[in-house]
Each structure stands twice: as structure tokens, then as C-alpha cells.
């Protein structure tokens, strides 16, 4: 199985910070990686698929980068409806595994 | 517009068997994979299986084998998880979610409201 790993685990930052998410396969995933957020409560909501392409609706302070191992989820200004869990997750092959999760919350 | 809509909570006692059911419309219901994906309280997503509702063929989590059942009716374009021998690590919130096409890198854009399985005696 791929392993995901996210760090860092949490976080603080205030709004308007600049916010950067990290997430590594055990393997080479070429670029299927896609990350979520997650409010406390609700279904995960996709922000970006394939590595680097923005979901539709999306806002464009957030964006991905990566290739093969190492990905990179990056908010630009942070903002208050922002203050959530960001998951990372391996499409390439089954079992489609998640990253355990990093938790942006207010410094 | 897409829908996935779950089945409601349910209790069960440990060594009991939960079916939970996600209703879609607003699309071909054969065309998309469905996964299922559960959550512990307080803890990250676990995705457990896939099903392709078109010909039935499944795959899942090695950790669920022989305990996990995924079928289809195309009548009712509604996926089924059925989970057995259940424990209270089970405990979790259970969503389906469809599968985007390759173009869109296999993610995971629509997602169910959710059903809350307890795990209780």
C-alpha cells in the first residue's frame, strides 16, 4: 500500500497569513494527489485534483504543486472560513489512502 | 444537480452487521465509481472500498477483508456497504463519495451527507 504523510500535523496562523501544507508518498504517485478540507461536522469539500488544478467554485488563494513523492498544498492569504482540516489523498491506485490530516487553527 | 444521499444512524451491538445504503441522482448512475470512506471521531479519513456500479466488480481495504460487502441496484441507482462482525472501533462516521473521471485525477468531488454508525453494547 502507499503511505501519505502530511506535515505539519497542525498549525496556527492568523488571517491573511500565508499557509503551506506538505504531503509525501511512500511511492511515486505521478501527479494523483488530490487534497480536501473538512469542517468539523460536514463531508470533506475538494479544493484541487490532479496535483495542481483548482476544483470549479474553489477560491483562488489556494493552490498544489508536486509531482511523484512530494506535494504541496498552499493557501496565499489565509481567511476565516479557512480554519479547517486539509486532507491529502493518493488516487493513483487502491487502496486510495489518505494522509492523516493537518489542522489549521486560529494563532 | 449530483446527489449522494445516506441511509440514516444506526446503533448496533458489537458482532452485529450495519448495511448502509447512498442514493444518487442527478447523473448516470452506472458511468461513476462510488468509494466509501469512514471517520472515527476525532480521528482522519480511512478509505475503505470502491465499487463500479456498472458491472459490481469491488475492491477494498485490505484491513476490511471478509467483513465488508459492497453491492449496487441500478434500479434505484442506490450503492450499499455492508459491514460485519462489527466492534466498537467501528464506530465512525461512513460517507460515500463518487469518483471524478481520469481528466479530473480519480478524486473524490461529490460526497454523501454522512451515516453515524455506533458500535455499542
Known amino acids: 500500500d502507499i503511505q501519505m504523510t502530511q506535515s505539519p500535523s497542525s498549525l496556527s496562523a492568523s488571517v491573511g497569513d500565508r499557509v503551506t501544507i506538505t504531503c509525501r508518498a511512500s511511492?511515486?504517485?505521478?501527479?494523483?494527489l488530490n487534497w480536501y478540507q473538512q469542517e468539523p461536522g460536514k463531508a470533506p469539500n475538494l479544493l484541487i485534483y490532479a496535483a495542481s488544478s483548482l476544483q470549479s467554485g474553489v477560491p483562488s488563494r489556494f493552490s498544489g504543486s508536486g509531482y511523484g513523492t512530494d506535494f504541496t498544498l498552499t493557501i496565499s492569504s489565509l481567511q476565516p472560513e479557512d480554519f479547517a482540516t486539509y486532507y491529502c489523498?493518493?488516487?493513483?491506485?487502491?487502496?486510495?489512502?489518505f494522509g492523516p490530516g493537518t489542522k489549521v487553527d486560529v494563532k | 444537480q449530483v446527489q449522494l444521499v445516506q441511509s440514516g444512524a444506526e446503533v448496533k451491538k458489537p458482532g452485529a452487521s450495519v448495511k448502509v445504503s447512498c442514493k444518487a441522482s442527478?447523473?448516470?448512475?452506472?458511468?461513476?465509481?462510488i468509494h466509501w470512506v469512514r471517520q472515527a471521531p476525532g480521528q482522519g479519513l480511512e478509505w475503505m472500498g470502491i465499487?463500479?456500479?456498472?458491472?459490481?466488480?469491488?475492491s477494498h481495504a485490505q484491513k476490511f477483508q471478509g467483513r465488508v460487502t459492497m453491492t449496487r441496484d441500478t434500479s434505484t441507482s442506490t450503492v450499499y456497504m455492508e459491514l460485519s462482525s462489527l466492534r466498537s472501533e467501528d464506530t465512525a462516521v461512513y460517507y460515500c463519495?463518487?469518483?471524478?473521471?481520469?481528466?479530473?485525477?480519480?478524486?473524490?468531488?461529490?460526497w454523501g451527507q454522512g451515516t453515524l454508525v455506533t458500535v455499542s453494547s
Open positions: 463519495a463518487r469518483e471524478s473521471p481520469q481528466n479530473r485525477g480519480y478524486s473524490l468531488h461529490y
Open positions: 489523498q493518493q488516487s493513483f491506485t487502491t487502496p486510495r489512502t
Open positions: 442527478g447523473y448516470t448512475f452506472t458511468t461513476y465509481y
Open positions: 511511492q511515486s504517485i505521478s501527479t494523483y
Open positions: 465499487i463500479n456500479p456498472s458491472g459490481e466488480s469491488t
